[in-house]
């Protein structure tokens, strides 16, 4: 699995990318919005927080198939390395897909609630297809249920898209893309510290800090000892 921040909180960025594996950060106009200030600071400060080596996921807004393009390869001469343009798949957005891709630019298909907008994505070129698992869930869909299509597909159809999924609320819902095959998937930053989370685990490491201490002496360390 490979996880991604899907947000444009740059203090929330710069506490996950030190603590988790993260592969990259997504972005959407809302996310986006949200910060209220202007996009082209908004990627920059994501960059140089992540580092050079990780992959930015930027969307275009406009709904007509040339801009988009437009869009897309201004946001690219912004980012830079590792961009890959997200554009939703509405019939405008299939002919932006095939264009930006055949421009060399990665494209992450987005907005997607079938199987059947993923597959048509992967033919048109994208490199990533998002389905949205939470908002399906909210409407009494099946947001797992169209993830493991999609890999179903893909597999049978042999096409090299990668599933990026998207939308969450919960980490079942994560543990269940997981289990259906899914490639990545993209979290806001409080899901994905929730992902490792278990009283358990914060129960059994105090035990042995007190076990240690009980002998050592209270703030005693391993480095101390050795
Ligand atoms: C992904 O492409 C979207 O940015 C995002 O995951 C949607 O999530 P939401 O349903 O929580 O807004």
């Given amino acids: ?21 993260v592969a990259g950060v997504t972005t959407n106009p809302s996310l986006i919005a949200r910060e209220n200030r202007p996009l082209g600071d908004i990627l920059k400060d994501i960059r ?10 930027a969307q275009v807004l406009s709904p007509d198939a040339d801009i988009m393009v437009d869009e897309a390869q201004r946001l690219r001469d912004r980012v830079g390395e590792g961009f890959h343009v ?15 891709s055949s421009l ?29 698992v939470n908002r399906l869930d909210n409407i009494c869909g099946d947001g797992i249920r169209v993830v493991s299509e999609i890999a179903h597909l893909f597999k049978t159809h042999q096409l090299d898209a990668l599933l990026l999924t998207a939308s969450f609320k919960n980490v079942q ?6 289990m259906a095959g899914a490639h990545s998937a993209t979290l806001p930053p409080d899901l ?34 050795i």
């Fill in 192 to 225: 994905l510290e929730l992902l490792i989370v278990h009283p358990l685990t914060d129960s059994g490491v105090s035990g042995f800090v007190s076990d240690w201490e009980g002998v050592y002496g209270k703030g005693a360390t391993i480095l101390d000892l």
């Fill in 48 to 57: 140089d927080t992540i580092g050079p080596d990780k992959m930015i996921h």
């Fill in 86 to 100: 997200k554009v939703p798949v509405t019939a405008q957005g299939m002919k932006a897909i095939s264009k930006i």
């Fill in 1 to 21: 699995m490979i996880y991604f921040l899907d947000t444009a909180d740059v203090k929330a960025i710069a506490r996950c990318v030190d603590l988790y594996p």
């Fill in 173 to 178: 819902q994560i543990h269940d893309v997981a």
């Fill in 104 to 132: 060399g630019i990665p494209v992450t298909a987005t907005a997607i609630v079938t199987a059947e907008q993923a597959l048509m994505a992967a033919v048109a070129g994208a490199s990533y297809t998002a389905p949205y």
